[in-house]
Structure formats: C-alpha cells, structure tokens
C-alpha cells in the first residue's frame, strides 16, 4: 500500500489553518501530523500511532519526543501533564505508555472524526501556533475520549535553529 501525498499551497498563513485545511482534504479515519524538522526512530512511527486506536475511547495519541540537545523537563512523575495551576511537565522522552492531558504538536494523531467535532485546530493561534496542540487536546478531553501516549512511536526533534513555521 503505497502513500500518497498531496501538496497545497495555500494563501491564508497560518499553522492551524494549514492542518485544517489539509485534515479537511484527507481520505483517511487517523490523522498524523509532525514538524519538518523531526527525524523517525523507525518507519513505523505512523503504525505505532494507529495501533493505540483499536480502543474507541482514545481520541488521540502522543508520541515519544526526543530532542537533540535534552532541553525537555525531566520531572519523573508525570508525562505530557498540565497542573491546575498551569505548569506544564512535557517529559515526552520518557517510555511509559500511559494517559495524557496533551500530545506534543511535532508527533501527535487524532481521531479525524473527533478531530472534526471539536472542531479542529483554533485558527486564533498564530504565529508559531505555541500550545495549539494543547487547546486542542483539552477539547477532545472534555468530549469524553482519551490521549493516549505511545512512547514506541518516537521521533527525534531537531528544533530548526532559526525557529518554527518556517
């Protein structure tokens, strides 16, 4: 099974537009995104995102994210967690798999038809879109269904030296 790939070139700027546009024109139940600038442990990365979703109670999936120079927090006692006093605890280099509050906008999947009844991406985020991913996943949460966190579906991310949405 051969995949196929579709380029768009679009006038609205924008990150969120963009994966709402190419969510809205794709065929397919799962939707993967990733950042250009990610390199995959393995070629079944995508595999590994679509396995997690035999279970109709998860919505979503966060992959593993290794970044090269280790800048991610390394609080052992919880993995992609927001506190209700707004830290956020990234820890996606950690290996267990386990529930989420968000997945990481460089290796994440979703649902499509969940992704479309929460209505997408906020197209309110602009510029590098910071924590999209998370507003997002809140959404999802509160509809009822899971994230999920599969850290055998990693990624190394090499963070462009001159930013993101390039």
């Known amino acids: 099974n051969k995949a196929r790939i579709n380029y768009y070139l679009i006038d609205q700027v924008g990150t969120s537009h963009a994966k709402n546009f190419g ?10 995104f990733c950042d250009d600038d ?8 995508i595999q590994k995102h679509v396995d997690n979703f035999a279970s ?3 919505g ?10 280790n800048s991610m927090s390394t609080n052992q006692k919880h993995i992609a967690y927001v506190s209700k ?6 820890n996606f280099s950690l290996k267990s798999k386990t529930e989420i509050d968000t997945v990481h906008g460089c290796n994440m999947s979703f649902r499509k038809n969940v992704f479309q009844q929460a209505g997408g991406f906020d197209e309110n985020f602009i510029g590098n879109a910071f924590r999209e991913e998370s507003d997002l996943s809140f959404r999802i949460r509160k509809m009822g269904y899971k ?3 599969e850290p055998e579906a990693e990624v190394l991310h090499l963070r462009g030296s001159y930013g993101g949405t390039r």
């Open 56 to 58: 109709t109670e998860i």
């Open 23 to 32: 969510s809205a024109h794709s065929k397919g139940e799962i939707l993967f």
């Open 38 to 45: 990610i390199m995959p442990h393995d070629d079944f990365l």
């Open 85 to 90: 006093a707004g830290v956020f605890y990234d």
């Open 147 to 149: 994230l999920i966190f």
């Open 60 to 69: 979503g999936v966060g992959g593993r994210v290794i970044v090269k120079d």
